[in-house]
């Protein structure tokens, strides 16, 4: 039987006065993954004025996990991820139909949900995922930014997309239209792999290289405060999230309620 080791962790950054990210983290030895037999990591990070943007990032997290609640097992496909997205873009818009001071709300969200040997990602915004396998980052998202989409038309090249005054302009996000284009992944996953999820207070400040040694660096569970504190080294300039798990073993099932995994796994959350 395959275990998950998670680790998370949120904080404002340097500069902003609130915190406007929002992260969802269901490991297997809680509930819903328990009754639907599969586990559910997000990030997401809202943009808006006052208060929108951190109402934005909390509708998308929380609308993911109640749907996620009555979920079966034989739902868990990309067409669920695709369907959990829309349900999170219209309830955004419903909210911000019926609270004017909420007009123009709007949130990035990346998620990744484990069942068995795959996971399977959800991608919409310029937060990320990322996959360390035997030692080599990959990236598993792709920025949905004005200077990224230049970028990827070869009108940009990466050092001036790094630096670009727009760089920060989404071209998707969820609550912005009607209908939301979001991008899908099928992982099949590796004994030892490392999935995070982070929003771009973290991957802006942390390049790619740092990201790779930290990864690596055990032990697993302060991994992602251990990235959060090195963003803030690099000034903290925007809100910094981070959500990881760690493959041990396959394939990724859910304890049983009474089982010693189940205990353990809720200890590892006590001694964080």
């Not at 999170?88 to 909210?95: C, D, P, S, T, V």
């Not at 070869?154 to 071209?171: F, N, Q």
Request: charged fraction near 20%.
């Amino acid at each position: 039987m395959g275990l998950l080791e998670v680790s998370h962790c949120s904080d404002r950054g340097m500069v902003r006065e609130q915190n406007e990210d929002a992260f969802l983290v269901i490991p297997p030895w809680r509930e819903p993954a328990l009754s639907v037999g599969a586990c559910l990591f997000a990030v997401a990070d809202g943009m808006g004025g006052h208060s929108s943007g951190e109402v934005a990032s909390w509708l998308a997290v929380d609308t993911l996990r109640k749907r996620f609640a009555r979920m079966t097992s034989a739902e868990c496909s990309i067409t669920f991820m695709e369907n959990l997205f829309a349900e999170a873009n219209q309830a955004i818009r419903e909210h911000a139909r019926s609270h004017s001071e909420c007009t123009g709300m709007g949130t990035t969200l990346t998620a990744a949900m484990v069942m068995g040997d795959q996971a399977i990602i959800g991608h919409v915004g310029d937060s990320r995922a990322y996959l360390l396998r035997d030692g080599k980052l990959r990236h598993l998202t792709s920025d949905h930014t004005l200077v990224f989409e230049q970028l990827r038309l070869g009108k940009l090249t990466h050092d001036e997309a790094m630096i670009h005054p727009a760089r920060h302009i989404l071209s998707r996000a969820l609550g912005v239209r009607e209908f939301v284009n979001v991008d899908t992944l099928l992982l099949e996953l590796v004994d030892g792999d490392v999935v995070c999820i982070m929003s771009d207070g973290v991957s802006g400040p942390v390049s790619d290289e740092k990201l790779a040694q930290h990864l690596s660096v055990m032990p697993f569970k302060g991994l992602t405060g251990r990235l959060v504190a090195s963003a803030n080294q690099f000034g903290g300039p925007d809100n910094a999230t981070v959500v990881a798990f760690r493959v041990s073993g396959l394939p990724i099932t859910v304890p049983g309620r009474l089982s010693l995994d189940r205990l353990r796994g809720i200890l590892s959350e006590w001694l964080k």
